[in-house]
Nanobody, 122 residues
């Protein structure tokens, strides 16, 4: 069982930046961040494969968020800039032991973190 531990959420004003981090107990094929706002479905924010290649992003965060592999073992970081009130959500780290495809489907991921709240005030 892969354990995922998230950190870095909080309350910020619009336009500010935050960095979320996720540490996995072991390496899997693909890592991702999803978010779920009040009354909304869980949606993909960004995803990346451990073996290489560029991260993929939701259109709503493209150019503002950056997902990267951390220097520490089995760590990924989501750098969020120019935050907007509509970014307010619980953010979940996810890991896929299998193909992780389709990468934007929550059901493609086997393991989930507990979630961290991000609140952006206007």
């Amino acid at each position: 069982q892969v354990q995922l531990v998230e950190s870095g959420g909080g309350l910020v004003q619009a336009g500010a930046s935050l960095r979320l981090s996720c540490v996995a107990s072991e390496r899997t094929n693909r890592m991702a961040w999803f978010r779920q706002g009040p009354g909304k479905e869980r949606e993909l924010v960004a995803t990346i494969k451990w073996t290489g290649g560029s991260a993929e992003y939701a259109n709503s965060v493209l150019g503002r968020f950056t997902l990267s592999r951390g220097n520490a073992k089995n760590t990924v970081h989501l750098q969020m800039s120019s935050l907007k009130p509509e970014d307010t959500a619980v953010y979940y780290c996810a890991a896929a032991g299998g193909s992780g495809w389709p990468s934007n489907w929550p059901s493609s991921y086997n393991y989930w973190g507990q979630g961290t709240q991000v609140t952006v005030s206007s």
